[in-house]
């Protein structure tokens, strides 16, 4: 499995991916809302673009469909409930379903809702030396994860983040929709002061053009990504100053949604 990371140069600052069959070079083109730089990129690699996938329904990843589908011909994959906002779209999925690309291509679609109600990822396990990728969409932002504002609910993010993506093993690469590091670190560590990882990072990063953000792993979100770290003593003692009516242990949930209502306004 090869993937290339396309930088959209948008103020949206989305990520498009392909993900490519190393021994067909046929390619799966995720949310290419810039078009030109997808099928650029895919003829610089010798790759054919044989498949688009929308993480979900916003227009800042589906924008690019007519023209990609004008330019390939290529079917046009995305969420079953999500089919009918999008248009377009030939196949629909839902969670569990397989996308295979070429020969040697299997990815697996896991129903993620909570950005909006009907989103995917699409997950590639582990495979001999390869670790395991995340194409996350909206779901799931280097340390940070999307909002809630256009179609989502926070509960069901949470439930996302608790019961999916926190299962998913650490060594997982993360390929989200759109470049957000820098920002979202420096709410971490509006939260978290003394978080080391969080401060390495952002050092590390801050003088980085977009296209060279490094690709994070699970591992690491856990590390600097506070929607993963709702147990840290930290991060509550800080929410805390604004919800009063909290003990010292609020439950994980209280903290998830507190922080995503934070992040709206921050
Ligand atoms: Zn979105
Ligand atoms: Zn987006």
Redesign the pocket.
Request: net charge negative; hydrophobic share 0%.
């Given at each position: 499995m090869l993937i290339e990371r396309v930088w959209a140069a948008n103020r949206g600052r989305n990520f498009h991916y392909l993900i490519a069959c190393s021994e067909t070079g046929e390619a799966l083109a995720v949310d290419p809302l810039n078009a030109d730089a997808c099928l650029q990129r895919a003829q610089q690699l010798g790759w054919r673009i044989r498949q688009i996938f929308n993480t979900?329904e916003?227009a800042?990843?589906t924008g690019g469909n007519a023209a990609m589908v004008a330019a390939t011909g290529a079917p046009v994959l995305a969420h079953a409930a999500a089919a009918e906002r999008i248009g377009g779209v030939t196949h629909g999925l839902k969670h569990d379903d397989l996308v295979r690309i070429g020969r040697s291509v299997t990815l697996r679609c896991l129903d993620t809702p909570g950005?909006?109600r009907a989103h995917l990822c699409l997950y590639a396990p582990a495979r001999s030396e390869r670790p395991p990728a995340l194409f996350s969409?909206?779901t799931l932002f280097n340390a940070g994860a999307?909002n809630c504002l256009?179609g989502g609910d926070p509960l069901l993010l949470y439930d996302t983040f608790a019961g999916c993506l926190s299962q998913l093993p650490l060594a997982t690469r993360v390929f989200p929709?759109h470049e957000y590091l820098l920002r979202n670190l420096d709410f971490t560590l509006d939260r978290e002061p003394s978080n080391a990882a969080a401060r390495n990072m952002l050092k590390r990063c801050t003088d980085l053009a977009a296209e060279a953000m490094p690709v994070t792993t699970l591992a690491d979100e856990r590390q600097f990504n506070v929607f993963f770290r709702l147990d840290s003593p930290e991060l509550i003692a800080e929410l805390r100053r604004v919800r009063s009516d909290w003990g010292v242990a609020p439950a994980p949930r209280e903290v998830f949604l507190a922080l995503r209502e934070l992040r709206n306004r921050w």
């Open positions: 979900h916003h800042d990843h950005h909006t969409g909206d999307g256009h929709g």
